[in-house]
């Protein structure tokens, strides 16, 4: 077995984690002595036949405080429907799981496992514009019960930081698509840093080695194993084709091919184990590598794999090693003291928990120029289009149908160009997954910070698009008139952000969030009044879309804005006689009056206060609906 010597940092870190020892007496362990399960199965239904197929058979295990627990097979071998089974997740689409969780040898709720546990995701969800310290802060205010002091919580952070060797990152931001901040490396530790703030006792890792060379994987181990060490955690972490020198990080290995056991034991004895049931290691062989390839049934050409996958399989089953792990979950069944159902940690009040948020989304939204930024940038580019293109307008009838064009092509394009948002809020979202799936927030907090943290950002945009387009158009020149324009604006893309939060809770896949946007948005348009005149719009886009269209109230609030008040002049001269295209008691003097182009687009006055309200309804429905989708999406 050889071992490499670059970086198995952590224990170079040793000194720090001394000195840091009293002061972080918090993270200590002393509730767990042990986690176990057993029998545990999963069932699934099949997804070409639909009947019903094993992937997890009669799992059994056991780890003590303070050691390491690699669950490791080849591809598709069940590592993440143990990992998840033994989390209390959902172990894999419809599944059933059957068997014992135990903590300290009782069966314990999910509830339970929750309070005393962390899961870390392979797909981290750090929020690229924090910077390290944070990260952890948010992650502790999150986490802590509002009655831990801010002295206390930065002490917390500040010793993890310490003892994931990331000092000098402290103040680094986590790194954006446009702004490089932590490596690879880094990012994982602070995951996994981030995740140790709540103080949990036994800590699930979905490989936390993934996406990471060799020499980082084993940085990354070595800081865990020494943190489980000194703080007595149990550490459980699927692996996938680990080196040597990570693979001797593990105390404990669970082997693993098409969801059946291959072996259950100390790291140090499955050389041993293999070797008496007749697979020896070749010398100078990555024992991990060794293994995975023997039961990589992928790998079969000609159906010895499976054979001998199945004869490893079934030799466990009748394994000296096996019943020592019976035994040991047999003796703390015995030796349970009980006490573990009524476990439970303190957490921030429920009105924290959303300030914590809007605040964390008030340093994105300003440091991430991805979040509103480039959005900004768009919107004040298109007023400068805009403005300039639709350029001083004059009251008379030549110019009537361009101003109708601005109103429209303004208040639909603004609309449209909201699905630059769906990016961001996806990436607000996969973070809310895991800190939901961490019990550490709920959809309303979520949907209440996502909300407010909006509203300035589009309130922004709507006066700074104002300022430019509205002025240089020359459209009504009244203050109060400018501001309900600047109102009107504000409601139509708060009604198209809402639009995409809720469109993205229910498709939270990029493409497939950004395509229903745009159709919605199409849809929207062609139905909002201004295309096809609501007194021929058939009945089914009438009666069916348009009256919930929020773009039909922000394009009819808009029109009476400009058009409730004020005449035109027609086209000709008295002596050459005049051309009105829009009737009117005044056409005799070559004039018309704004509510007759009115009329013509069957748009009454007098209603912009009911427009509003129901505009902010329609709001409040994409919320409320956002919400739900959360919710049912749980
Ligand atoms: N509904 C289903 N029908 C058929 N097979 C399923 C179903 N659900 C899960 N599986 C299979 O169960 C197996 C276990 O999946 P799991 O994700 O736990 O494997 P893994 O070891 O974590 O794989 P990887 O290393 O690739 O992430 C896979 O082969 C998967 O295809």
């Given at each position: ?25 918090h993270l200590?362990n ?86 005393l546990?962390s ?21 502790a205010?999150?986490s802590l ?11 917390r ?39 140790l703030v709540t103080n949990p006792k ?29 703080y ?113 940690v ?289």
């Open positions: 077995m050889t071992r490499t010597t670059s970086a198995p940092r952590a224990q170079d870190e040793g000194p720090d984690l001394e000195m840091n020892t009293v002061k972080s007496a200590a002393d509730i767990v002595n042990s986690f176990g399960w057993a029998d545990l199965n999963v069932v699934v239904k099949d997804r070409k036949t639909s009947a019903p197929l094993s992937i997890l058979s009669n799992s059994s295990g056991f780890a003590r405080a303070g050691e390491m627990l690699a669950i490791m097979g080849p591809s598709g071998s069940g590592k993440t429907t143990l990992l998840n089974a033994l989390a209390h997740r959902v172990a894999a689409a419809g599944a059933t799981t059957t068997g014992d969780i135990l903590v300290n040898g009782q069966k314990v709720s999910l509830q339970t496992l929750r309070d546990s899961y870390v995701e392979q797909e981290d969800a750090l929020i690229g514009s924090l910077t390290v310290r944070e990260t952890m802060m948010f992650g205010r999150l019960p509002s009655t831990t002091s801010k002295k206390e919580a930065f002490e952070v500040d010793n993890l930081i310490a003892s994931f060797g990331l000092q000098s990152q402290a103040h680094t931001i986590v790194g954006t698509p446009i702004k490089k901040g932590l490596s690879g490396g880094q990012k994982k530790r602070l995951g996994i840093a981030s995740r036994i800590l699930f890792l979905d490989e936390p080695t993934s996406g990471l060379d060799s020499a980082l994987s084993l940085e990354v181990c070595s800081y865990i194993k020494n943190i489980a060490r000194k007595k955690l149990v550490i459980v972490a699927s692996i996938h084709q680990p080196s040597s020198a990570t693979f001797q990080q593990f105390d404990h290995l669970c082997l693993m091919s098409g969801g059946r056991t291959c072996y259950f034991g100390p790291v140090s004895g499955a050389t041993r184990y293999f070797g008496r049931t007749g697979y020896p290691i070749p010398p100078e062989t990555n024992s991990a590598e060794f293994f995975l390839d023997l039961i990589n049934t992928d790998l079969d050409k000609n159906g010895e794999i499976v054979r001998r996958t199945d004869d490893i399989c079934k030799s466990w089953d009748t394994a000296e090693e096996r019943t020592l792990v019976s035994q040991a979950i047999l003796k703390s069944r015995e030796g349970s003291a009980g006490g573990m159902s009524h476990y439970a303190d957490r921030p009040s429920r009105l924290m928990v959303p300030v914590v948020l809007l605040r964390r989304s008030w340093i994105k939204s300003y440091r991430d120029i991805m979040a509103y930024g480039i959005r900004i940038a768009m919107y004040l580019g298109l007023a400068i289009l805009m403005g300039t293109v639709f350029l001083r307008f004059q009251a008379e009838q030549k110019y009537v149908q361009p101003y109708i064009n601005a109103i429209f092509f303004g208040g639909a394009f603004m609309s449209f160009m909201a699905v630059a948002y769906v990016p961001a809020f996806l990436e607000d979202l996969s973070t809310f997954r895991q800190e939901r799936a961490n019990g550490l927030v709920g959809p309303l907090a979520f949907m209440i910070s996502n909300f407010i943290i909006g509203l300035p950002f589009l309130f922004v945009i709507a006066l700074l698009f104002s300022v430019v387009a509205y002025w240089l158009t020359n459209f009504r020149a009244d203050a109060s008139t400018f501001f309900m324009w600047v109102l009107w604006l504000f409601l139509d893309l708060l009604a198209a952000e809402s639009l995409v939060v809720f469109v993205s809770s229910i498709f939270n896949v990029f493409v497939v969030a950004l395509a229903v946007t745009a159709f919605a948005n199409g849809l929207w348009m062609c139905v909002d009044g201004f295309l096809v005149p609501m007194d021929i719009l058939n009945a089914f886009w009438k009666y069916v879309f348009h009256y919930i269209d929020y773009q039909a109230y922000v394009f009819q609030g808009m029109m009476v804005n400009q058009f409730q008040h004020g005449v035109y002049e027609c086209d000709g001269t008295s002596a050459a006689g005049y051309q009105c295209s829009y009737p009117s008691d005044i056409n005799g003097e070559g004039k018309f009056r704004g509510t007759d182009i009115l009329r013509q687009f069957s748009i009454t006055t007098g209603l912009q206060g009911t427009w509003v309200g129901i505009t902010i309804g329609i709001i409040a429905g994409y919320r409320i609906l956002a919400y739900l989708a959360l919710v049912l999406r749980k």
